[in-house]
């Protein structure tokens, strides 16, 4: 099957497909990258070989995760010195297939008003609803996300109480996002949570997460529940969101004021002329209306 996908900037990254502790259960994987189908094996001296029914992909081993792409990339992996501190546990989260569009996942996964609703308990609570305002700037073609604080009741397995987390994102890519948060005891300090995003199609994906958390008063058994319990409540509401595809076309919806982050995030989409998973009527940015 011939990919659909005919954004350059897309096509020539670099995405995760497999996690390599999964490859060694199973040594061969069968996966699909922009509708293309794809095979992960294991070959001798334990090296990795994707392949198409066409070619053989370029691949690369790291964070634990087996990347590849379907073009050829022009930017390197991104970077995660977290993943280098010894003070930390430095683990998967797991890899969770969504029936809804890879942008959808990292709109939601920005979305600060969800918070109170979706997580109750955990991220968020009723009366703590509002949404100060906080900063969003486009760095070296990055987003970043700061000045933000959310009263959370358990801000992770190692919260004991409610506090004012400090929360900053970063979008490296339109498929991958991170989450730097205040750590529940050390509060000057940020654990970091990455979505590496494969899109099986435009209207499907696999969210693989990445996790570099600070590993005082919790286990990695604990860190990686915690994340697959938040995830299983966005779940359920980002594959029920319509359409499943992220709208970038002229008041396709309106966003309140506490979302700039989506509308920056949906105009840096169509500066770089991305399509797929997407509605778009236009690629002129200018034309875009929020």
Known sequence: MATTCKDNFLLNDWHVVAECSQLKLKKTINTQ????????????NNDVKVYTDEKVLPVKLKYGSIWTSLGRPTLQIIDIPEAL??????????????????????E?????GHLSWVHPGFLGEQPHTEIPDYNVEIVNDEIFVSNVELYQPKASTASSEGFLVAYEWRVYRPLTV???KANSIHKDKMDYIVLFIQPIDEENCIVHSFLCYLSDN??????RWYMQVIFMQDKPILENQIPKKLPLVSRAETPIRSDKISIVYRRW???????????????DPKKIIF
């Open 218 to 223: 919790t286990t990695k058994e604990e860190v």
């Open 178 to 180: 991170a989450l730097y």
């Open 269 to 283: 989409l169509n500066e770089k002329l991305i399509n797929y998973g997407a509605i778009t009527n236009s690629q």
């Open 33 to 44: 990258l922009f509708g293309k189908q794809i095979t992960i094996a294991e070959e001798p």
């Open 108 to 112: 939601n996964f920005l979305d600060q």
């Open 85 to 106: 501190d010894k003070d930390r546990h430095v683990i998967s989260g797991g890899a969770t297939q969504v029936n809804t569009s890879g942008l959808r996942v990292v």
